[in-house]
């Protein structure tokens, strides 16, 4: 396979990066805080998200799960082959990250330009497509600009440049690179259930988020056919309590599995990629005993991945109620929509011209149509 190497020549200082020519890949990519400080609150990772997907979609890669702790974040990319684009597709994507006044001001200099400088500025903005490296750049330097006007600080936000691995398309390795992610907060003792965790792919899907949820039903249709062995053992043992014969029992576990290879909705989604986080979240406390390092790695209980295979990964409506309220409010105001809309013309000067209604709904939340939330502004 051809490979690109970033840094040619610096290979002891920089080390070596090798990403897939001319073919789309999965990616894992990791940065830190310079001297890996606590800088990222909560209004922190909400623009740094919003930022990530942003510019995700101007780059046309795919974001299908992320992690965004206090001093690092993670996240797990789908890179697709090289991108052509015509001169409406260029303006399509600039209009996605820039200020319509700069788009404007873009095209009239571009209008006035000979055929070859036109050419070259349509290249520029092409050569930014399915490129990770100029990605990354892009992304980091926007949030540092960000960061540093907001707290009044001048300098660098990162410790050094980013750390990417690529990940095979196997769903074995997807799935576990993407349960490691999602795992993150857990495993730091942040918190006991990963989906508690608003800042991951897991957790913000989990809270309703829609492009959280387009992520994770892509890698479970692209894992289709693998379960943990634990959970295939409990799924059998139920359904060894329900018929007499073997051949039942392989019957039904071959009709299940079949109807596992395209989820018909969300539920489904979760349920699956659930009971692989739980398998690939326990405590590992017979690994502790022999490995120091793992000492202080926090974990599920046994006895509670247990009962999730028994559930096979439905999470009980309260806890999923929890989620989606935590989502809920996480905004300004709470009110029933009517309320909401006096609010957001008193302040529309806050809010994009194409936020066309202020409420914003969650599903299983104080009722489907009487109560809403006006999300935070940045």
Request: a positive charge; one cysteine or more.
């Amino acid at each position: 396979m051809g490979t690109v190497w970033a840094g040619a020549g610096e290979r002891r200082k920089r080390g070596l990066r090798i990403l897939p020519k001319d073919k789309g890949y999965f990616v894992h990519v990791t940065s830190r805080t310079t001297g890996q400080v606590f800088m990222f609150g909560d209004q922190e990772k909400r623009v740094f998200v919003r930022m990530m997907r942003q510019w995700a979609s101007f780059s046309g890669l795919s974001v299908i799960t992320h992690c965004l702790m206090d001093n690092h974040f993670h996240v797990m990319l789908c890179v697709p082959a090289k991108i052509s684009l015509n001169h409406q597709g260029v303006l399509k994507k600039l209009e996605g990250v820039w200020p319509e006044e700069k788009v404007v001001a873009w095209e009239s200099f571009y209008q006035k330009q000979v055929l070859a400088t036109r050419e070259a500025m349509d290249a520029a903005v092409g050569n930014r497509m399915a490129n990770l490296p100029e990605f990354m750049r892009v992304l980091k330097q926007a949030f540092t600009r960000w960061y540093n006007g907001k707290h009044q600080r001048a300098g660098t936000l990162w410790d050094s440049r980013y750390r990417s691995v690529v990940v095979e398309g196997s769903p074995l390795a997807l799935m576990s690179v993407a349960a490691y992610i999602d795992l993150n907060p857990m495993r730091a003792g942040m918190v006991e259930d990963p989906m508690a965790y608003a800042w991951s792919g897991y957790g913000a899907a989990m809270g309703g988020d829609k492009a959280a949820r387009w992520g994770l039903e892509a890698l479970v249709r692209l894992s289709r056919g693998h379960q943990p062995d634990a959970a295939l053992k409990v799924r059998r043992k139920q359904v060894a309590n329900n018929v007499d014969s073997r051949w039942e029992i392989r019957k039904t576990l071959a009709k299940e599995h079949a109807q596992r290879a395209v989820p018909k909705h969300w539920k489904e989604v979760q349920a699956a990629y659930r009971i692989w986080l739980v398998n690939k979240g326990s405590s590992l406390e017979d690994v502790c005993r022999v490995k120091e390092t793992f000492r202080n790695r926090k974990g599920l209980d046994p006895v509670q991945v247990l009962a999730e295979y028994e559930r096979q990964g439905m999470v009980p409506v309260m806890d999923l109620l929890q989620c989606r309220v935590r989502a809920f409010t996480r905004g300004v105001a709470l009110g029933a929509p009517g309320y909401l809309e006096e609010l957001m013309g008193q302040y529309r000067s806050c809010f994009g011209a194409k936020r066309s209604s202020a409420p914003r709904r969650v599903k299983g939340a104080f009722g489907v149509k009487v109560w809403g939330s006006l999300r935070q502004v940045d």
